[in-house]
């Protein structure tokens, strides 16, 4: 039987794509195969979000260019945002590619694949629900994005907006359901966005809605979201319906209006601190996390002074900081020199983690001694792991709970990255408190 490996870079969305792919070679009868360098199919799954992701993706493409001179058989695949729609350099670059596909198109992978090893590729793109999925799994609701934000490629990449049908989600969660899942997490570049193409027209707030109808569900999260696109009914959905996690991405990426402006955001950051505190008002145990950009091209010391402020307003439960990348194709690298220095981007990136890091452990330290319902969802070095609606990653001791039960636990200890809960301590504090 032949065997695959598919190897992933980047996002949630990546991930979702390659659960999906996974499926697909599998309905065909190939096996899944740990070791890439022991796979007779490689896809490579990419990002160009960074250089860094899009660097290690051609650093594994070159390796597997040697490999592919001793086992000229071997097919290797490459699909993700590193596939435009013109793939003449890509092409010449790594002629020992045998097929290219755009983000979420498997077609031309799975075509490849059958006519390379003979197996039959009938029904095996239809109805790509994940078999074995994780306790808490995504779910891509809406491709593409349509905001294009000078500093990114994504929309060149994945197209313009296009939502998947309600009713095929709420089948899909429901099937996921089936398979053991308790949290889905609800896709998009651009989720707020969720519906606005579709007919009738829907919303995130009605998906959600329906979601959150699906019996055995537990907890509903959804990603990224937009400043400009999370109405007040969404806002309203994550505080009536029990279901959805009280926790919000909501990425500004620079705290300065004129950087905001050439970042072509859509909004001043006095209009992103009104969202902020509106969520506040609406959801008050909400926890919000972040995006944000350092060094974009012609960022002065006080322009990003004013993203650390803004830091320092909100009190971010975590901020996934980066420092500007120049990606080919976007308005930024064809009209904006990138002016500030990779040692300046450094500094300012340090800053911002510092600061970040300060603010996390106060935010952290707090929950020390609360309780907490923990959606145990995996094992790191032998030790449970899980999180809490609010997104806080959890390692518990002292055993009990399996994988996908929820268990409410004291939280003992805290860093900025993480929580630690100990299932003994809670339950003898709770056989004291009935013996009190
Ligand atoms: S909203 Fe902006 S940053 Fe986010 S995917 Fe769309 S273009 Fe990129």
């Known amino acids: 039987m032949p065997s695959y490996h598919v190897w992933t870079v980047g996002c949630q969305m990546n991930v979702a794509d390659s659960q999906r792919l996974d499926l697909s070679l599998e309905r ?20 160009v979000v960074r250089q860094s992701a899009e660097d290690t993706a051609t650093g594994l493409l070159g390796r597997l260019g040697k490999t592919k001179l001793e ?58 629900t994940p078999e074995r999925p994780d306790v808490a799994t995504f779910v891509p609701i809406v491709h593409g994005c349509d905001k294009f934000c000078t500093f990114c490629i994504i929309p060149y990449r994945r197209g313009r907006e296009m939502s998947r049908p309600l ?27 969720y519906g606005h193409d579709l007919e009738p027209r829907a919303d995130l707030a009605d998906l959600m809605e329906q979601v959150h109808e699906v019996s055995g569900l537990e907890r509903i999260r959804f990603l990224t979201s937009h400043p400009n696109d999370m109405s007040r009914r969404i806002i309203h959905a994550i505080r009536d319906l029990p279901k959805v996690c009280e926790n919000v991405n909501l990425p500004f990426q620079a705290g300065d209006d004129r950087i905001l402006a050439q970042m072509r955001r859509g909004y001043t950051s006095g209009q992103f601190l009104d969202r902020i505190d509106q969520i506040r008002d609406t959801i008050p145990e909400v926890t919000l996390t972040t995006d944000l950009i350092v060094g974009f091209p012609g960022e002065t010391e006080a322009e990003f002074e004013q993203s650390v402020r803004l830091l320092e307003r909100v009190r971010f439960d975590k901020v996934h900081s980066a420092a500007y990348s120049e990606r080919n194709g976007t308005y930024a690298s064809r009209r904006m020199p990138d002016t500030v220095s990779r040692d300046e981007k450094k500094r300012r990136l340090r800053t911002v983690d510092d600061l970040q890091s300060r603010i996390q452990s106060e935010i952290n330290a707090d929950l020390v001694g609360q309780e907490f319902d923990i959606l145990v969802d995996g094992e790191t070095r032998g030790r449970l792991r899980g999180r809490t609606r609010g997104d806080k990653l959890v390692y518990i001791t002292g055993g009990g709970p ?24 809670t339950q003898s504090q709770k056989e004291l408190a009935k013996i009190k």
């Open 28 to 47: 065909m009868g190939l096996a899944r195969e740990e070791k890439i360098e022991d796979a007779d199919v490689v896809v490579v799954n990419t990002c």
């Open 71 to 128: 086992d000229p058989e071997r097919v290797i695949a490459v699909m993700g945002c590193m596939v435009g729609p013109d793939q003449s350099d890509l092409r010449r670059r790594f002629p020992h590619v045998d097929v290219w596909a755009r983000p979420q198109e498997f077609q031309p992978i799975v075509e490849t694949v059958g006519a390379r090893t003979g197996l039959s590729i009938e029904g095996c793109l239809a109805n790509l």
């Open 167 to 193: 009713d095929e989600l709420v089948d899909e969660v429901t099937r996921l359901v089936g398979r053991g899942v308790k949290e889905v997490t609800l896709l998009g570049q651009n989720v707020d966005s």
């Open 402 to 425: 399996a994988l996908g039960d929820t268990v409410r636990i004291g939280i003992t200890a805290a860093s900025p990255w993480s929580l630690e809960a100990d299932l003994r301590a």
